[in-house]
């Protein structure tokens, strides 16, 4: 995952597949006036963001609890997904921002073996109460790719 992570910053900021991804994520018409394939890159990235969620949610199920169950997840996308805001869409931001949120839920953890007073739904909250709290310090101050989640029409 370490390795993913440098690999990622490296091939997403010094390489020419990175630059042509940041371009149709960030103005697309800009992209492709240059003659990048919009669509092309697009797909590609899907591709490989959903191999590597694959991995991801292999390991999850295979590795960490190993089993499968309904609603095993509990939330945690959301906190995924705050972790991609918080770290301003870099994959080292994305990492120390997990980093964050991980030790908020270890806490909760620790804390409900330590048999403290508190009923354990209120300890279960802790992860999320850190997630909405960092980012309701984040709003307004994180850069969204400008072209993110609207589909591109080539003219």
Known sequence: MMLLVVCMQIMLFFTPWGLRTRAVGEHPRAADTVGINVFLMRYINTIIGGMIAGIGGAYFTIGSVGRFDQNMTNGKGFIGLAAMIFGNYTPVGAFSSSVIFGF????????????????????????????????????????????????YEKQ
């Open 104 to 151: 908020a839920d270890s806490l909760q953890i620790k804390m409900q073996i330590l048999n403290l007073p508190i009923p354990s739904e209120f300890l279960a909250m802790i992860p999320y109460i850190v997630t909405i709290i960092v980012l309701a310090g984040v709003v307004g101050r994180a850069s969204v790719p400008a072209a993110d989640g609207q589909p």
